[in-house]
């Protein structure tokens, strides 16, 4: 006996030993982050690992530090876990309503991020929290809704431990079991077995043998229930779940209640067990009602005593630990709402800053908007003098230099055809009258082009025809021109390039008069892609035969091609063919 029990502290002190190591470890990590995220992970992983060994009030410790270090507008998975796991504590503490409000935080934070796995374990915290509340119909919804929700692949990579199926069935079956309606109980916990089994789990697994003995209690089944309590204390014991351990030797006080000598043994090795190992008050509270039970129905005073002060003092000490974290939750809520009302005052300072930015944004482009106006206002009036004085002066040469011209014109002609006149005077007044024509022509084209009114390429078109039409007026040359441009009278051509594409086609039909010995000549007009304006001029004279048959007139036509972009072209083809190129 000795032996054994040697054996028995050194495996107590064993694990006892590589818990705290293991502790160490995890703190030590904690220490080492550098981040906050790591902070964040690591603290809420020593929450995890806290609860894992039922040391509920350093997990609840473990799980403000995290709350303190995540931002109160985070909206992830962190949060869902945090509500998690905060449900579950809540649910150890017996704070059953605290847990609800929690699980329902976790749900609608899971449905946000439209993650099923973490909405199936939401409302499973919810529904064992009012189990304990003896709200069956609600219960049995959340837990039917977490058996909904729960995916049937998923990923296993959380901080936090998720909710297998064989929990979910398991609870179903316990709660069918306070409903007495034991054959649905077994069904559903006979399935929450086979999960369990299937993926080993170590919770799992004595959890269901504990259900199925509570079934063949309820059923007065004795022995079956006997044979499922001690299997599932071999099982828990194994997996060192000792709050299932405890649990099972009260239901075998239930199973022996009749044998003072047999309930007494599994009292006292549960007695033993809480002295031993740690295990949550509300476990414990479990443990010592059922006691209680037996021993108010077996008449055994001093131990019913013993219960009742046990019952009592946990109690007690559940009141206090409840005051305090409710209290840890008035704090951490303040806190929570201090980070906010932070978070909401930094936003404002930040909505002031960018309204002052986009006000005085606003100012400058209504000033500059203003510049703009007035330099545009100030241009179209300078453009507008401008175009009164362009008129002005082409009606002043039309009015003044015209009619002096065409008073030279009338008096050497008068000269010419004078019979007094010499021969000299004669030859005089016909130079005279051809000199002035060409100044009356030139004046004509001059006033055309800086008057606004024939800023058209039609007028333009019927400018050139007019003028072929009298240059080559009793000549033996025939002048045509025609155009195929569709809207020509809503294309626009500025005085500038007018007066250059004319001077340019006035050169080559002079030339054509003077030296091409042609007898006729054709000018066309087509629009071609991009807007660009094309001018053909074919005579059937005797073609370029020298390059400076032009003389100086060829490099004028080249300057004025360039000055308005355009491409120039001179061969001979049947004749001498122009072609002019011009962007409009």
């Not at 909405?119 to 919804?141: P, R, S, T, V």
């Not at 004595?206 to 209690?217: R, S």
């Not at 194994?238 to 209640?257: P, R, T, W």
């Not at 441009?485 to 626009?492: D, L």
Request: proline share 1%; net charge positive.
């Amino acid at each position: 006996m000795k032996r054994y029990l040697t054996l028995f502290l050194v495996l107590v002190f064993s694990f006892g030993n590589a818990q705290s190591i293991a502790e160490k470890e995890k703190l030590k990590e904690f220490e080492n982050c550098k981040t906050t995220n790591c902070k964040i992970a690591n603290s809420f992983l020593l929450a995890e690992f806290f609860l894992e060994t039922d040391d509920i009030q350093s997990s609840q410790k473990w799980l403000n530090i995290t709350k303190d270090l995540i931002s109160p507008k985070q909206s992830d998975t962190t949060i869902i876990f945090i509500h998690s796991l905060q449900s579950e504590l809540f649910y150890y503490d017996g704070l059953f309503q605290f847990g609800t409000n929690e699980a329902d935080k976790a749900i609608l934070k899971a449905k946000q991020q439209k993650d099923s796995l973490w909405i199936a374990n939401g409302y499973f915290f919810k529904g064992i929290n009012q189990i304990e509340m003896n709200k069956w119909e609600d219960a049995q919804k959340s837990l039917w809704k977490s058996r909904d929700f729960q995916p049937q692949k998923y990923s296993t990579s959380h901080i936090r431990s998720t909710i297998q199926k064989e929990h979910i069935f398991n609870n179903i079956a316990q709660l069918k079991l306070k409903l007495h309606q034991t054959d649905s109980a077994a069904w559903y916990n006979e399935k929450a077995y086979q999960y369990a089994k299937n993926t080993n789990s170590k919770r799992g697994i004595p959890n269901t043998e504990q259900t199925f003995g509570q079934i063949y209690l309820e059923e007065k089944k004795t022995d079956s229930a006997v044979f499922y309590f001690e299997k599932s204390i071999l099982s828990a014991q194994k997996s060192e779940y000792f709050d299932i351990v405890l649990l099972n030797y009260g239901y075998l006080m239930q199973c022996f209640q009749d044998d003072q000598k047999e309930n007494n043994r599994w009292f006292e090795k549960g007695v033993e067990l809480i002295n031993q190992k740690i295990i949550n008050a509300t476990f414990q509270q479990y443990f010592y009602t059922i006691a209680q039970e037996v021993f108010k129905k077996n008449k055994q005073i001093d131990k019913l005593a013993f219960v009742q002060e046990k019952i009592i003092k946990i109690n007690e000490e559940t009141r206090l630990k409840g005051n305090t974290n409710i209290q840890s939750i008035t704090e951490q809520y303040a806190k929570n709402e201090n980070k906010l009302l932070l978070l909401q005052v930094e936003e404002l300072q930040k909505q002031r800053k960018f309204t002052i930015l986009q006000l005085i944004a606003a100012l400058l482009s209504v000033i500059i908007l203003s510049l703009v106006i007035v330099i545009i206002r100030r241009k179209n009036k300078i453009q507008k003098t401008l175009l009164h004085q362009k008129n002005e002066i082409s009606k002043d040469l039309h009015d003044d230099i015209g009619s002096g011209l065409s008073s030279i014109l009338i008096h050497a002609d008068l000269l010419f055809k004078n019979e007094e006149t010499s021969e000299k005077q004669k030859i005089l007044a016909l130079k005279i009258n051809s000199t002035g024509k060409e100044i009356s022509q030139r004046l004509n084209a001059f006033i055309w082009s800086l008057n606004t009114e024939h800023n058209t390429l039609q007028h333009f078109s019927e400018y050139v025809k007019a003028y072929g039409a009298s240059l080559f007026e009793e000549t033996p040359i025939t002048f045509s021109f025609s155009t195929t441009i569709e809207g020509i009278e809503s294309i626009k051509m500025n005085g500038q390039l007018r007066k250059n594409v004319f001077y340019t086609i006035k050169e080559v039909l002079n030339n054509t008069l003077k030296h091409a010995q042609a007898t006729k000549i054709e000018v066309k007009m087509k629009l071609i892609a991009s807007k660009q304006l094309c001018i053909t001029i074919q005579d059937n004279g005797i073609g370029l035969i020298k390059e400076n048959a032009f003389g100086n007139g060829l490099k004028n036509i080249q300057n004025r091609i360039e000055q308005m972009n355009g491409t120039f072209s001179m061969k001979s083809q049947n004749g001498l063919l122009t072609i002019l190129t011009i962007p409009l």
